[in-house]
């Protein structure tokens, strides 16, 4: 059933506004872009988009290291544009998502402007991590941790002191004991809802809080409690964060992006007080295999109940290998890698399950979120030369993680060559290069085709808004054969995912609501999926 809690089982859409749509042909995604497209996104059926950050930015890591969180970056637009969107999104129905980051801010932001300019010891240094060295002069980082991205986790000033970051060294990691770090963000929050914001994407949200005493620890094991990875007082944040998004009429949601092993840890994040949801990456890391994902479904399943949170659901996102590619891996067992370099990938394999997995996820209690390139089965873009690269990931590590840019490539809308319709005219290029097979992928090409992923995204997401099993409810599991999923919702809804090699038989007096692949003879073929009327 739905509520008027929308986030308990909206479809979000996540647009990565660098690679979207480009209005105005310089070869980066823009607002005018998003704005041109805001139909084609109706027409999906999504209910939010969640934006990756628009902000004023360097671009050391994308956007994730903002300048300025009330101004959106001219590569993007302006804020009067930003507004414009956010009112004809919701004249279509459309609710609006933006990024926060909390974790770090960017070198060029004027908080770390004005440390780098006052002495150590100084109120300025102190909204960020700045300390001594080790070794006879200082010439030793403060401690060993090392930065997610590659490297210590600590750069050296000229005045001899080192400060902090998680990520890049343009990210300099914000002290969260600092009451002034706490006032700012939630005037941050205010700016955004007062703008009619919907909800909020908290970037790395169980990284802001730090052990003071910034202790070593074995980077072998991961130690709890850790000296920065879900420490407690990250509670007392988003409970400020939820007073503020409760103080307005219209229901606002906190979406954290909280990546922990541990399913009770994560959960209490959610509770009531906290953040809405979060997003569950089990899928990011699961096999294709029946007995995985349903153990997956189901520790996902408990562990919200435990705190009355809806679950969500993530095939793909803007940080890892798109699940076209993952799910394409020719040995199933290293399907579940988050990124890697895929020397041998069945495209066709890949987009077979995707579109199973796209009904799965779709038929699962909670929200479902779909990356930008989804809808169209884009897979990773593996080929894109070292000097096009752009993510710090891959510079950082000397390319031994491959990085992010190829999911992050511009979307194809139209035409036979780049910059197939993402640009108004070619001049400038996309900012990555596309991939040469991806004309048949784009909008235009799969738009009059019924059997396009598109189309299936389209028909299956039409049918989930009207689907009154679906949304909040429990999943009860059918008894099937091994490497058949079957699971009922409310009283008359069943889904169906075959993961076995052969042909699967569907229960007796169902009508078909859609599939994944057409049936033959009746029976669901390997890798497909069902919908089902049972009554
Ligand atoms: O990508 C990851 C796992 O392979 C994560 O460690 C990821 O870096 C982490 O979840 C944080 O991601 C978020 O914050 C980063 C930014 O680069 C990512 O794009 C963002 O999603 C720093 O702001």
Redesign the pocket.
């Known amino acids: 059933p739905r509520t008027t809690e929308w986030w308990r089982h909206a479809a979000i859409y996540q647009v990565y506004p660098r690679s979207f749509a480009d209005g105005n042909g310089d070869g980066t995604g823009d607002l005018a872009g998003v704005r041109s497209r805001l139909g084609y996104l109706q027409r999906l059926g999504v209910e939010a988009i969640w934006f ?1 950050p628009w902000y004023l930015t360097p671009m050391a ?2 956007g ?2 903002v300048t300025d969180f009330r101004r959106i970056d001219p590569r993007f637009g302006t804020l009067a544009e930003a507004e414009k969107l956010i009112g004809e999104a919701h004249e279509l129905g459309i609710r609006i998502i933006v990024d926060i ?1 909390p ?2 801010v960017s070198n060029e932001h004027a908080w770390f402007e004005a440390a780098l300019q006052s002495p150590p010891g100084s109120p300025e240094r102190d909204l960020f991590w700045f300390r001594e060295g080790r070794g006879e002069h200082g010439e030793l980082p403060p401690n060993e941790w090392q930065s ?1 991205f590659g490297g210590p986790a600590w750069t050296r000033l000229p005045d001899g002191q080192w400060y902090l970051h998680l ?1 890049a060294p343009e ?1 300099p990691d914000l002290n969260w004991r600092s009451p002034l770090v706490r006032a700012e963000y939630e005037d941050v929050l205010r700016f955004w809802f007062d703008r009619g914001v919907d909800g909020i994407r908290v ?2 949200a169980a990284m802001c809080s730090k052990d003071p005493a910034l202790p070593d620890y074995d980077h072998s094991v991961f130690p709890h409690p850790h000296p920065y990875v879900d420490l407690d007082e990250n509670h007392d944040i988003y409970r400020g964060w939820r007073a503020v998004a409760d103080s307005y009429a219209e229901p606002r949601a906190l979406i954290g ?1 909280v ?1 922990l092993a541990d399913p009770v840890r994560f959960a209490h994040y959610l509770r009531p007080d906290e953040l809405h949801t979060a997003f569950n990456f089990d899928f990011l890391g699961c096999r294709w295999d029946a007995a995985a994902l349903r153990a997956c479904i189901d520790q996902t399943l408990a562990a919200h109940a435990d705190v009355g949170a809806p679950s969500t659901w993530v095939l793909s ?4 290998t798109r699940h076209v590619t993952r799910y394409g891996r020719p040995d199933t067992s290293t399907a579940g890698g ?2 890697q370099y895929n020397p041998v990938v069945d495209e066709d394999l890949g987009r077979h399950r995707a579109r199973a997995a796209a009904l799965l996820t779709m038929a699962l209690p909670g929200a479902v979120y779909i990356y930008q390139g989804d809808e169209l089965g884009l897979p990773e873009a593996e080929g894109i030369p070292a000097d096009r690269r752009d993510d710090p990931i891959y510079h950082r590590t000397n390319g031994e993680d491959p990085g ?1 840019d190829g999911c992050r490539v511009p979307l194809p809308w139209s035409g036979g060559q780049e910059p197939y319709g993402f640009s108004p005219d070619t001049e400038a290029g996309p900012w990555l290069p596309q991939p040469a097979s991806w004309a048949q992928l784009s909008v235009a090409a799969q738009e009059n085709d019924p059997d396009s992923m598109l189309n299936l995204y389209r028909r299956a997401l039409a049918l989930r808004a009207a689907e009154p099993a679906l949304g909040d409810g429990p999943v009860t599991w059918l008894d099937f054969p091994p490497g058949v999923l079957a699971f009922t919702r409310g009283d008359d809804f069943a889904c169906v995912v075959n993961l076995s090699a052969t042909p699967a038989e569907l229960p007796e007096h169902v009508r078909v609501l859609i599939t994944s692949h057409p049936l033959s003879d009746g029976l669901l073929p390997p890798d497909g999926s069902a919908w089902l009327r049972t009554a």
């Not at 996102?317 to 890892?320: A, K, L, S």
């Open positions: 990756s890591d994308a994730y290291d980051v974790n770090h997610i990520f990210q970037d790395s992006e990546w996102n803007h940080d890892v988050i990124r992010r």
